[in-house]
């Protein structure tokens, strides 16, 4: 009869859970989730949590320095008809590695949120649908590179096409 301690028990749970985690396993990736994920943190700026003021979070998976890394995002949407560019600004949380994008768009239309992190030569982008301010994470995907222009543009086009959620 083979016998499983607690302590034996909650270190296989432990290495189970790092091998499926994508930053351990593949290099530099991101996790895109809802406010809520960030647990009460605060983000840089104003000490509001992070769930009052984010559309969405993320965190940045497989970089060892993450105070060096850098992160760029964008909203790009069509408004009345009209295609729009908003540069954006991530802020961090008080955990290392995780960020929160705050509307920094208008709440008309649908919207993404291009997304690239650059880690000691390593890059890794996402693609967050928006409507309003919330986020769809349905509609999102998560990518290995750089978001390039037609990405953008072919997935704004399919999220402006698709029925409101």
């Not at 969405?56 to 320095?65: E, I, P, Q, W």
């Not at 908003?86 to 290392?96: E, F, G, H, I, R």
């Not at 239309?109 to 992190?117: E, R, S």
């Not at 390593?122 to 693609?127: F, L, P, V, Y």
């Amino acid at each position: 009869m083979v016998k499983i301690t607690m302590k034996t028990l909650t270190g296989l749970t432990t290495l189970f859970v790092l091998m499926l985690s994508p930053g351990w396993a593949d290099g530099l990736s991101l996790t895109i989730g809802a406010p809520v994920a960030a647990q009460g943190q605060n983000m840089s700026g104003p000490p509001y949590p992070m769930s009052k003021r984010a559309s969405f979070v993320f965190r940045l998976n497989g970089c060892a320095d993450n105070p060096g890394a850098q992160i760029t995002a964008r909203a790009e949407g069509i408004v009345a008809g009209s295609r729009v560019s908003v540069p954006l600004n991530p802020s961090t949380a008080q955990a290392s590695g995780v960020f929160g994008i705050a509307p920094q768009w208008g709440n008309q239309g649908k919207w993404v949120v291009a997304i690239t992190a650059t880690c000691k030569g390593e890059i890794t982008g996402a693609i967050v649908a928006v409507e309003g301010y919330d986020f769809k994470r349905d509609s999102s995907r998560l990518l290995s590179h750089a978001p390039t222009q037609a990405e953008i543009e072919a997935d704004l086009k399919a999220w402006n096409e698709a029925p409101a959620q």
